[in-house]
């Protein structure tokens, strides 16, 4: 497989001749010698041009890289030509450069503004990628709907009918004199179009579906969406009017083809959900004009998308509080913390039925990541689910890349091996080394925060965190050994009455470093040892604590952790 970013596009050789499928004149071949546009194809890795489309490129061997532009007869290279061609800016000072213009103007998408910082400024191109059906329509149409009654809109459906679009807004109510619609493919028309109505806002839906009538490269190629799209921008900057284009991704993620088109655009947004779940997420992974950590949590109703105002809360809904291998993890997600449940589900194969390589399967998180910590947790914290199937998953359809949630992965998948579920009030977080270490994440406080706000009281977190807020206690731990073991023994505390004495629990991390954000309500003060913890660990599980106070209590079937169901 070739490297290259252009290999998501499908390679379509083209049929007619470069130019052949050019209507005469439109205003799409603006800025070209008019009757000598011709095209060239070039291969993306090499440079290497061909008057025709070929699959494999004989000058660097990589296969897929040709991709069709338009080719200059005559450049004016020379450096006079170039200074006589150069035109309209002039240097000033930075501290006199107009921001003003610059200013968001929002589109009463609450989420989409947070995500904007803001809302859409004028001039900007914004990329919204998403996959098919995931809602970008209907974010847009919602967007527009607040925007057009500030100013005027020209909504470009290239992939609906206009009726269709009518009918959509309204259901979400965005029926406005001033968002105008318009069913075309063709760029050039496109551009006919603003000129006519000298829109502030343009939305192109979708920038694969418009094409450049000079290009032969079906609409849709790398090709077509590049050319298409540096002509909008040029009509961005040129006339100061935001133009949002949406594109579809392919199944590898990125946005289809047009990798190139995100170097071009300001923004990059991306739209991204289940579609058998109504969570859908907002983020920028580009925005020039304000950072990218804003999240935006949207939820997709009868009525469009709605701001999700407690995503916790909404996440959370449905757990099942005493049930082994659910686990609730303080994850954020840029900014905004989120807590969400982690589950998992560990099925032991009996003797000669167990595979050699029995099944794993991951939903929301990565599936190396969870090899990754099925290793670690074999190695370091003797719990083995080697002759197990194992599953993994985040509860409501929302992809996980936060390292955070690893130690919530861990946890599950051990509360999964021994059947003990973990308490009702307890939230986890934290990075786990390949050495079986516990590595602090960023946000601890935000994550606090919400688990506090929500109503849990204590967190299993990186030893060197920072200090917990009021209302809930952190438990430190230093390595995924210690934190099976905190989880442990604090489930016996759990699984007497449903009620956790913190207390107990809190006695659980090492008592040396005397930093456990602590807040005194629970009587420890950091002095008890070891030993008085086993002790108890002992009297709970009904066993001799003798036994336990002569080595420290383990994971792996001497603590409260077994390596296998008992
Ligand atoms: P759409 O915005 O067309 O997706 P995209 O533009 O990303 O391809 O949304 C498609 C889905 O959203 C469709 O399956 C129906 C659903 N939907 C709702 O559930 N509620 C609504 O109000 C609307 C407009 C769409
Ligand atoms: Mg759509």
């Known amino acids: ?68 532009e338009f080719d200059d007869p005559s450049p004016s290279t020379g450096a006079s030509a170039l200074r006589a061609s150069a035109t309209s800016d002039t240097p000033v000072a930075i501290s006199e450069v107009d921001v003003a213009e610059w200013s968001a103007v929002p589109t009463s998408v609450s989420e989409l503004d947070r995500v904007l910082g803001g809302g859409l400024v004028p001039g900007s ?39 269709q679009v009518r009918l959509r807004a309204e259901r979400l109510g965005t029926l406005r004199p001033r968002l105008l619609l318009v069913s075309e493919t063709d760029i050039g028309s496109v551009l006919a179009h603003i000129e006519a109505v000298k ?151 009996a003797g000669d039925t167990g595979a050699k390589f029995p099944r794993r399967a991951a939903e929301g998180i990565d599936a190396n990541r969870l090899a990754l910590l099925l290793a670690v947790l074999r190695q370091h914290a003797g719990v083995d689910a080697s002759s197990s199937e194992v599953y993994a998953s985040v509860v409501g359809g929302v992809q996980i890349d936060d390292p955070g949630a690893d130690l919530a992965v861990v946890a599950a998948i051990a509360s999964a091996q021994s059947g003990k579920p973990l308490p009702d009030d307890l939230v986890v977080f934290g990075e786990v080394g390949l050495g079986g270490e ?34 809930i206690q952190a438990l430190r731990v230093e390595t995924v050994h210690e934190a099976l073991v905190v989880c442990g023994s604090a489930n016996l505390g759990a699984r007497r009455g449903g009620s956790v004495d913190t207390g107990r629990a809190s006695t ?16 420890n003060d950091g002095r008890e040892g070891r030993e008085g913890r086993e002790g108890r660990d002992g009297d709970r599980d009904g066993r001799d604590d003798r036994s336990r106070r002569s080595s420290p209590p383990r994971p792996d079937g001497r603590g409260g952790w077994e390596s296998g169901r008992s």
Not at 453 to 469: C, D, N, Q, Y
Not at 512 to 521: A, S, V
């Open 1 to 68: 497989m070739s490297s290259s970013p252009l290999a998501a596009d499908p390679p379509r050789p083209p049929r007619a001749a470069p130019g052949a499928g050019g209507a005469a004149g439109t205003a799409a071949g603006r800025g070209k010698s008019k009757a000598k546009v011709r095209s060239v194809f070039r291969c993306s890795e090499c440079g290497t041009s061909s008057h025709r489309w070929v699959g494999h490129c004989s000058a660097c061997s990589a296969w897929n890289t040709y991709v069709e």
């Open 438 to 471: 516990v590595r602090q994440v960023q946000h601890a406080d935000r994550r606090l925060a919400e688990a506090v706000r929500l109503g849990f009281r204590r967190a299993i977190v990186p030893k060197l965190s920072p200090e917990a807020p009021p209302g």
């Open 125 to 163: 191109v914004t990329l919204i990628g998403g996959e098919p059906g995931i809602g970008k329509s209907t974010l847009l149409l919602q967007a527009m709907g607040g925007l057009a009654t500030r100013g005027t809109v020209l909504y470009v459906a290239a992939e609906e009918s206009k009726q």
């Open 199 to 349: 829109p502030s806002v343009v939305v192109v839906d979708s920038i694969q579906t418009v094409h450049h009538p000079q290009l032969s490269s079906a609409p849709g190629s790398v090709a077509q969406v590049r050319e298409c799209a540096s002509i909008l921008v040029q009509e961005a900057k040129g006339r100061n009017v935001s133009v949002v284009l949406v594109g579809h991704v392919t199944k590898d993620g990125s946005l289809a083809g047009p990798r190139v088109l995100e170097h071009l655009v300001d923004t990059v947004l991306t739209f991204e959900g289940d579609r058998h779940h109504a969570v859908r997420v907002l983020r920028a992974v580009k925005h020039r004009y304000a950072g990218t950590g804003e999240l935006g949590l949207m939820e997709m109703t009868g009525l469009g998308l709605l701001p999700i105002d407690d995503p916790s809360g909404m996440l959370l809904a449905d757990r099942r509080p005493g049930v082994s291998g659910s686990v609730v993890a303080a994850l954020t997600d840029g900014n905004r913390a989120v807590l969400q449940e982690v589950q998992a589900l560990v099925v032991r194969l």
């Open 508 to 523: 659980r991390r090492d008592p040396n470093d005397g930093r456990d954000g602590n807040d005194g309500r629970d009587g």
